[in-house]
């Protein structure tokens, strides 16, 4: 089941059996608290407005709705980045706790809203930070929405990226491809640029994009350590934690006896090969 | 006394010059285009709003005062080349046609305006791309001329949309100030339109509306009397839709909180309020400070609008700030005033 299951569609309005048996997840304003709910959602609420991000993000709105129009998670879901914003500026502990449970989650952190944003906000990046929180506390419904994105996260964790060429529908990115434009110039991409600027090969198959040298995730990997990613990430679920470690572990052996072997090839015929530590 | 130098040839300049001649100044008139009347003329401003009067009616009489007046010298395509101060006044440098001429002058009005902001900038909006996508300099002279046609293919809209603040309060593109005027004239064009062809729908998409003061109730008009349709929120991005043949305008309406899309065959977009490449100019060429905006600031706004601060120097009309014309001309007369003081005394 996907994250966005739960979330009821815009397009279509709930029918009677569904508006009496309200989805898996509570949505705004359903939800009764218990105590223990309330003490967590006062301190996420403190900590969010404490992050130093949270100034330099949130500047205040028009609520133009410009960030919305762009938005791909808007076109389909009960959600938009103008209310993220509006609740991150205006919003009170329970509102965040709210949004926290499942909205944030329909984003995907494609930073189209910035782009649009008149005002400079940094939606996607607050987005961001609200996700932070529900995973640095561990969040009931954080586990339950993520936990059907094992696969995404391990292909983040360990190559970086999960999203492929093929997931792209034409219909629903009027601004993308050939009616694309740059700043100040008008141009289009004509199919020839296309080809010329993408290799063929991930024009043709998705595999392409997941490939990615050893070195290169194992650098990933040093930094989602370093910057307690990883810590983030297991508290939320261990078992995919310790599954990651493993992998990493078995790639960062085979890049040392592959390292080991280049160099002996080497010796004596160049200088040091570059040390890499990973 | 040496002659008081008004530099722009709008409202603002014409009025200070038209001001300044009745008082009994020898004043020179300059002007970097061909022609007189500033925007208004330069783009054929259609009727203004809030009363719907032709822009004529307004335009010919400053016109008129200035047009064979003996006490003006009129020198068109003509710029400003140097300004030095000297004891009383400037010497300033004039360049017209390559030629250069020195003329000594006793005080300075800076009448140079605004431009209008280039839509082209918003790219999301498609002007300049699609055909059919127009702004305020376009769509006046149609108006003017009672041809609301799409360019694309020379038919009559069906449905037609204006989009608010394109090119103001957005930080995208630098310019965070609001252009004062746009409310009011999309509005008014919008009435211009449906009064003349009723069968043409019109829709403004909006995210304030700043029709402030008595220009209100042309707005409140424009629903009860014209059934012109207000939708709260903004347009982000103009595509084509049915093969190309409309404009596809996606928005979020933030009354209902849904993402909108709604075909339209014509889109005005409200291009904002910019100082004009002539204030730029003229803030270099006399060393004034400028607000972030990029506007003249006058020493104390707030007391007195046309006082630049520096003696024998002041301003008018819209080189300060987005203005709307009886603004600008009520500040050529204030500044024609202030200039002809400091060149008598
Ligand atoms: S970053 Fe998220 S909120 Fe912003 S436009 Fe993309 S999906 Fe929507
Ligand atoms: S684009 Fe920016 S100003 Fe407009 S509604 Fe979204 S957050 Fe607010
Ligand atoms: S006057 Fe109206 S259109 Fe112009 S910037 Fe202000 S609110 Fe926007």
Known sequence: MSVVAHLPRRAQSLTEEEAESPPAMELTGRHRMSEDERTVAATIFDEFHADPRYREFVLGCLNCGECTTGCPAARFYDFSPREMLQIAATGDATTLWDALQEKIWACCQCYTCNMRCRFGNDIAGIISVMRELSVIHGLESTRRTLAPFGRSLTLLMTVGTQVSSDMIQPDFFRDWGPFATGSDQVWQVTPEVMRKAIPLDVLQTTRSSWEVSVQTSLELFRIYEETGVLDMLRGLDPDLTEMLVDIVEERREEFAEARERFSSELAGQRGPVATFTG | ?345
């Open chain 2, 1 to 345: 006394m040496n002659p008081v130098l008004v530099l722009g040839g709008g409202p603002a300049g014409l009025s200070a010059a038209g001001e300044l001649a009745s008082l009994g100044a020898p004043t020179i008139l300059v002007e970097r285009e061909g022609y007189l009347g500033g925007n208004p003329k330069r783009w054929h401003y259609s009727l203004l709003a809030p009363d719907l009067r032709p822009t004529e009616e307004v335009m010919d009489p400053l016109l008129g005062k200035i047009e064979g007046n003996s006490r003006i010298e009129l020198r068109l395509s003509t710029t400003l080349a140097k300004a030095e101060p000297v004891e009383k006044g400037y010497r300033v440098t004039l360049r017209s046609a390559g030629a250069l001429e020195e003329r000594d002058v006793s005080s300075v009005i800076v009448a140079t305006g605004f431009d209008h902001f280039d839509s082209r900038r918003k790219f999301e909006y498609g002007y300049g791309r699609y055909p059919d996508v127009l702004d305020f300099k376009e769509i006046e002279i149609m108006l003017h001329e009672d041809r609301v046609l799409r360019p694309s293919d020379g038919k009559p809209p069906k449905r037609m949309a204006w989009i608010l603040c394109v090119g103001s309060r957005d930080v995208q593109v630098g310019n965070p100030w609001c252009c004062r005027m746009g409310c009011v004239v999309s509005i008014k064009q919008a009435v211009e339109v449906r009064r003349k062809h009723p069968e043409i729908d019109a829709y403004v998409y909006y995210m304030d509306i700043r029709t402030y003061g008595l220009w209100e109730d042309l707005y409140w008009k424009s629903m009860q009397e014209y059934g012109v349709k207000f939708v709260r929120g903004r347009i982000g991005q103009i595509t084509l839709a049915e093969g190309g043949s409309r404009l596809m305008a996606t928005g979020e309406d933030t009354i209902l909180s849904r993402p909108t899309e709604v075909p339209f065959d014509m889109i005005i977009l409200a291009s904002g309020m910019e100082p004009s490449a002539g204030t730029k100019e003229v803030a270099t060429l006399f060393g004034l400070s400028v607000g972030p905006e990029g506007f003249l600031t006058p020493r104390i706004s707030d007391l007195n609008p046309v006082d630049s601060g520096v003696p024998g120097l002041f301003f008018a009309g819209a080189a300060t700030g987005p203005k709307a014309i009886p603004d600008a001309i009520t500040e050529g007369m204030g500044a024609a005033l202030r200039a002809f003081q400091y060149a008598r005394d």
